[in-house]
């Protein structure tokens, strides 16, 4: 089987660096990912796999971070123009993005479930001469967002899966999931998954990510550690416009309200008990040099090694958040637009995947875990799995990075996508195959 496995996906693979790279040219934040959605589900749909979309695979209350309706028409339209058809849209609704794939063979056996994410960032990409996206054509159309995360290659790794799980399902039992989430970044759509059940009944769980900690092209971390919880929270302040020179005295700057809130917050001592994190990304503020500022905007994140570290970090923020608008006489409005929450990988199923990866391949560098250090949406699946008896991990596929994760410049070798789906197959089989 292991030759078979290796066979079909040697046939499938110059269509998954496709994908990946029509994926990459069309990049969609979070909650907008229409074009994408619609993409999965059409190809899982020709190759006879039960699909579900919108409000079957996403709770609509449940959705964390969605962005105004202007934004969500625009991205509808702009999905509509690029051929979209209103079938698809309308399943989708306003911002319901997210696909749920699944085969049952028919056979008694497991309920295996794996996750791919499928956002992308709103960063700039890079066109220098030396960026391979913008070399050979595959560059963002969209500026001011790019897929500088990887998961344009999740979302290819999860089509190469669907593609040589469909070849292999005569010699496969149980049933299988293949869930592609909206909104990862800024960990705001996971939790949405879980409330419609998509990971109900699951026995086994798996997601991977392309880099992060694992920079050397064929490693493979069969899980990972320091998954870090988060919050992301958007302060509005308001104040009290006057004439910077007639009648500051009337004033209630936003603007000073805002900047003593940045330098404070990251005041905030790190935790003694693990890694604590805490960063302030974006600060608008003022109408004119002339004026005091009567408006300023914030966004935030604090994150921990464990949830009661990152609840430590965000009731810190909210008290000097709103201990700076008292100090200026201004009205703070707190919004918390995404959390995530720590998790921890099943030994059962890093032992497994290490098993199968040496077997399958001796030239692979395995290594049973790397630390994560940064914060996950896949954990919310994680964990509902665990709490109904079930088992989780997540794997991190090594690759050579052109420059970090968020960076304009980011890009991965694509032989890793290979890499993920074959490893993938092989751990497929070995829980679900008809002979083991």
């Given at each position: 089987?292991?030759?078979?496995i290796?066979k ?13 790279r ?5 990049p ?6 229409y ?9 899982l ?20 971070g969605v ?15 690029n ?12 911002g319901l993005?997210?696909v ?14 794996f996750?791919f ?7 700039r990409?890079?066109e220098?001469?030396?960026?391979i996206?913008a ?5 963002s159309?969209?500026?001011g967002?790019?897929?500088?995360c990887g ?37 705001r ?19 991977c ?8 092209n ?11 919880a ?14 910077a ?28 008990e ?7 990304g ?15 905007r914030?966004?935030?994140?604090t ?28 009205q ?10 720590s ?18 391949d001796?030239?692979l ?18 964990e ?11 794997l ?11 960076n ?6 694509e032989?890793?996508?290979q890499?993920?789906v ?13 002979n083991?």
């Open positions: 089987m292991r030759e078979i290796a079909e996906v040697e046939a499938v693979q110059q269509q998954i660096v496709n994908w990946r029509e994926i990459h040219r069309h969609e934040i979070g909650w907008t990912e074009q994408t959605t619609a993409k999965v589900a059409d190809i749909e020709e190759l006879g796999m039960h699909v579900q979309m919108g409000a079957e695979v996403i709770a609509p209350a449940a959705r964390m962005p105004e309706e202007k934004i969500l028409d625009a991205a509808r339209k702009h999905a509509r123009e051929g979209v058809s209103e079938a698809r849209l309308e399943q989708m609704g306003n993005t997210g749920v794939g699944t085969y049952d063979t028919g056979r008694p056996g497991p309920t295996i479930a996750r994410d499928m956002d992308a960032l709103q960063v990409e890079a220098h001469a030396g960026h996206p070399v050979q054509g595959f560059r159309e969209y500026e967002s790019m897929h500088a998961h344009d290659g999740h979302t290819a790794i999860g089509l190469g899966l669907a593609m040589v799980l469909m070849k292999l399902r005569d010699s496969l039992t149980g049933t299988f999931k293949l869930i592609f989430q909206p909104a990862e970044e800024g960990c759509g996971a939790k949405a998954m879980v409330e419609a059940s998509v990971v109900d009944g699951v026995d086994y769980f798996f997601a990510h392309l880099g992060v900690t694992a920079r050397n064929r490693q493979i971390a069969c899980g990972v550690t320091e998954f870090l988060s919050t992301k929270i958007d302060v509005e302040l308001e104040g009290v416009p006057a004439h020179a007639l009648a500051p005295h009337e004033g209630r700057s936003a603007l000073l309200a805002a900047a003593t809130i940045a330098l404070q917050l990251h005041g905030i001592p790190r935790h003694g693990g890694i604590s994190r805490i960063n302030v974006i600060l608008e503020a003022g109408e004119g040099r002339n004026i005091v500022p009567a408006f300023a914030l966004q935030l994140e994150r921990g090694e464990t949830n009661e570290i990152n609840q430590f970090m965000t009731d810190e923020a909210i008290r000097i958040i709103r201990s700076a608008a008292q100090m200026y006489q201004v703070e409005h707190i919004h918390i637009v995404g959390q995530g929450i998790a921890t990988c099943d030994q059962e199923l890093i032992d497994l995947v290490s098993a199968v990866a040496s077997h399958w001796s030239d560098k395995v290594v049973p875990t790397l630390p994560f250090r940064a914060s996950e949406d896949a954990t919310y699946l994680m509902a799995v665990q709490k109904q008896g079930g088992k989780a991990t997540y991190l596929i090594g690759t050579e990075l052109a420059a970090g994760h968020h304009f410049s980011f890009d991965f070798q032989e890793s996508l890499t993920a074959a490893l993938f197959a092989n751990v497929m089989y070995r829980l679900a195959g008809k083991m």
